[in-house]
T-cell receptor
């Protein structure tokens, strides 16, 4: 089925460990996004990309890095995980800034202990 | 003050009732507005756009009040399957998406 696939779905990290979250879309979307969702707060944009080879900072980029080497993939890296990065991470993609084409992945639940 | 505010709820509503909730936004230059639905431990999914003249999609009605800077969502004849968290999204003048924290709705039999 076409859509946005995130891996892994769950992960527990120790403080200081690193990891990469993978987002893959097969809809040929130009735009891709990484969000985090925390209790009592709206989704907050971490980084986004408007096309292959481009990335930009969102609202809460500190502690994260991203790469978009291929159009269909958007990777989110945590170089040195901290407990404050415990969250649910959602990837999304769209063919334009229009909300009608906005598709989310099913999320990654990350716990940093 | 948060840019987009929602009553977190939960709203506990009997099946078949009508329920409405609002979302207020602080930036008067905001351009576009949407309602999303998010089920527990799932990703958000677009429910409907909100147009200036108001719009309806089946049992759901969305309204925009620019003067008072809020959008509303009305659900008629509520079903058990309507239980979810409803997120409002505002696109500001810089084309940035601002998300509300959501209103939790629980429909009881």
């Amino acid at each position: 089925n076409a859509g946005v696939t995130q891996t892994p779905k769950f992960r527990v990290l120790k403080t200081g460990q690193s990891m990469t979250l993978l987002c893959a879309q097969d809809m040929n979307h130009e735009y891709m996004y990484w969000y985090r969702q925390d209790p009592g707060m709206g989704l907050r944009l971490i980084h986004y990309s408007v096309g292959e080879g481009t990335t930009a900072k969102g609202e809460v980029p500190d502690g994260y890095n991203v790469s978009r080497l291929k159009k269909q993939n958007f990777l989110l890296g945590l170089e040195s995980a901290a407990p404050s990065q415990t969250s649910v991470y959602f990837c999304a993609s769209s063919y334009s800034t229009s909300q009608r084409g906005y598709t989310f992945g099913s999320g990654t639940r990350l716990t940093v202990v | 003050r948060k840019e987009v505010e929602q009553d977190p709820g939960p709203f506990n509503v009997p099946e078949g009732a009508t329920v409405a909730f609002n979302c207020t936004y602080s930036n008067s230059a905001s351009q576009s507005f949407f309602w999303y639905r998010q089920d527990c431990r799932k990703e958000p999914k677009l429910l409907m756009s909100v147009y200036s003249s108001g719009n309806e999609d089946g049992r759901f009605t969305a309204q925009l009040n620019r003067a008072s800077q809020y959008i509303s969502l009305l659900i008629r004849d509520s079903k058990l399957s309507d239980s979810a968290t409803y997120l409002c999204v505002v696109i500001d003048s810089n084309y940035q998406l601002i998300w509300g924290a959501g209103t939790k709705l629980i429909i009881k039999p």
